[in-house]
């Protein structure tokens, strides 16, 4: 059975740090991201990280945001350094089985969902 479990969120002031994890298991993936949903919001790319270890990041997060994988660990992590309140959002992991067509930071590329982890970054 897949899982896919996001850790990591909680309350942070603007300009700090949180770092978010997702424990995959059940199998190995191809792909594997994180996206952000605010409430009345739609889902939004936030970075994407290859078996390969390429990666994909949003312009709104790029400089700030980095997304790494340890493969032995069948984990995926996002380092979110100098936060702002408009990053708060509900993060979700997701993961690629296989290889396909499509993009990275698109929702549909996409086989499995975590639950969900809240950061909230206050002013």
């Known amino acids: 059975q897949v899982q896919l479990v996001e850790s990591g969120g909680g309350l942070v002031q603007a300009g700090g740090s949180l770092r978010l994890s997702c424990a995959a298991s059940?199998?190995?993936?191809?792909?594997m991201a994180w996206f952000r949903q605010a409430p009345g919001k739609e889902r939004d790319f936030v970075a994407a990280?290859?078996?390969?270890?390429?990666?994909n990041s949003a312009d709104s997060v790029k400089g700030r945001f980095t997304i790494t994988r340890d493969n032995a660990k069948n984990t995926v992590y996002l380092q979110m350094n100098s936060l702002k309140p408009e990053d708060t959002a509900v993060y979700y992991c997701?993961?690629?089985?296989?290889?396909?067509?499509?993009?990275?930071?698109?929702?549909?590329?996409?086989?499995?969902w975590g639950q969900g982890t809240q950061v909230t970054v206050s002013s």
């Open positions: 997701a993961a690629r089985a296989v290889v396909a067509a499509g993009t990275v930071n698109d929702p549909a590329y996409y086989n499995y």
């Open positions: 990280i290859r078996w390969s270890g390429s990666t």
């Open positions: 059940g199998r190995t993936f191809s792909a």
